[in-house]
């Protein structure tokens, strides 16, 4: 058996048996994996505390044959990152991207792209907008997965979108002329459209940097929210959370998906 060294994020733990976890981890090499660490739950192992949730961590593993569960035989932590601990609505967010990142990934599927985009929001989280950088990070994971429409080409005739209409059954956008072909389409700000493609084409904690936040910050968080439950089929309980705890801002704009 080989032993397999990687970086990875905690982003589910369950006990298992008295003293052991069973830990799923977003890892920098290996995508998505689940991994027993045994003994850990003891006073005296002090390793305990590696596997807390979004604790970013460096791993050694190895494969157990005939079992898509692996054993972790060592872990140091890289970053526990204490800014988020520290502040609840952070932690809701977190327990956001996490939710998220669980639902997108499938095991064992590398996607090097993703735990970066994991590692660097979790580093910005709670330095300034935490909603505009959680923002940043659907566009960039929903783009990872290959699963954002196209913000510069209508996707029926391949023009340019002046106008921008979203399409719900199948998450494209068309053009104006294209819309009225097909019958159906909301119509999207182009303020959500720049601030979409500012993303795309940024460094996520750039996004700061974005012009009328507000105005855009609902109308885009729907889009993607709506977008993200489409292509996983589900929808996501810290949202429920984040709710209660995030107050929105007045006369922001907001993007209502039919319910279909
Ligand atoms: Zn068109």
Redesign the pocket.
């Known amino acids: 058996m080989t032993i397999q060294k990687t970086q990875a994020i905690v982003i589910k733990r369950s006990p298992l048996r008295e003293s052991s976890y069973l830990v799923t981890l977003y890892t920098k090499d290996f995508g998505k994996i689940r991994a027993v660490s045994k003994g850990i739950r003891s006073a005296q192992s002090g390793r305990s505390s590696h596997f807390e949730l979004f604790n970013w961590l460096e791993i050694l593993f190895y494969e157990k044959k005939r079992s898509d569960t692996f054993l972790l035989t060592e872990s140091s932590v890289v970053d526990s990152f204490p800014r988020i601990r520290k502040d609840i609505e952070c932690v809701g967010w977190a327990s956001y991207l996490l939710e998220l990142v669980d639902a997108a990934a499938e095991l064992h599927e590398p996607n090097e792209e993703l735990f970066q985009i994991l590692a660097d929001t979790l580093s910005h989280l709670g330095l300034y907008d935490s909603e505009l950088l959680v923002r940043a990070f659907e566009t960039k994971l929903l783009h990872s997965m290959g699963y954002l429409p196209d913000f510069e080409r ?6 340019s979108l002046t106008k921008a209409f979203f399409v719900f059954h199948d998450g494209s956008l ?2 104006e ?2 819309r009225k072909g097909i019958g159906r389409g909301r119509p999207i700000s182009q303020g959500a459209v720049k601030a979409l493609r500012f993303i795309l084409s940024h460094p996520l904690h750039k996004a700061w940097q974005l012009k009328d936040k507000g105005s855009v910050l609902s109308e885009t968080s729907s889009l993607l929210r709506y977008l993200a439950s489409m292509k996983y089929e589900r929808r996501f309980k810290t949202l429920h959370f984040l709710g209660e705890i995030v107050t929105p801002e007045k006369g922001k704009k907001s993007f209502k998906a039919p319910n279909q």
């Open positions: 209508c996707s029926a005739c391949n023009g068309v053009c002329r294209c």
